[in-house]
């Protein structure tokens, strides 16, 4: 199993900066891309960020050009800074890593992001 992490979370005034941080331990290896969902109340899970293993980002159209997704791959640790911050972003953001082998799929217990208006 892969364990994840995350921190970073908490409540901002809307215009703020939070930066999230996932760290990944266990079994790490064969690890191709990580990234960061978001669930609000009553909505579904939605993707907001990922970046792969070779580096390369996609992104939300919701949170371009106010998050970045960045990794640092010795440390296992993949973290999403979040500028700009709407009330609308309030959400649990969960970290992702996915593998190319069992378990593909595997998340951390989610942080809350809480921006008040």
């Known amino acids: 199993q892969v364990q994840l992490v995350e921190s970073g979370g908490g409540l901002v005034q809307a215009g703020g900066s939070l930066r999230l941080s996932c760290a990944a331990s266990?079994?790490?290896?064969?690890?191709?891309?990580m990234g960061w969902y978001r669930q609000a109340p009553g909505k579904h899970r939605e993707l907001v960020a990922q970046?792969?293993?070779?580096?390369?980002?996609n992104y939300a159209d919701f949170v371009k050009g106010r998050f970045t997704i960045s990794a640092d791959n010795a440390k296992n640790t993949v973290y999403l800074q979040m500028n700009s911050l709407k009330p609308e972003d309030t959400a649990v953001y969960y970290c992702?890593?996915?593998?190319?082998?069992?378990?593909?799929?595997?998340w951390g217990q989610g942080t809350q992001v809480t921006v008040s208006s």
């Open positions: 970046i792969t293993s070779g580096g390369s980002t």
């Open positions: 992702n890593v996915q593998r190319t082998i069992r378990p593909y799929d595997n």
């Open positions: 266990g079994r790490i290896f064969f690890i191709n891309r």
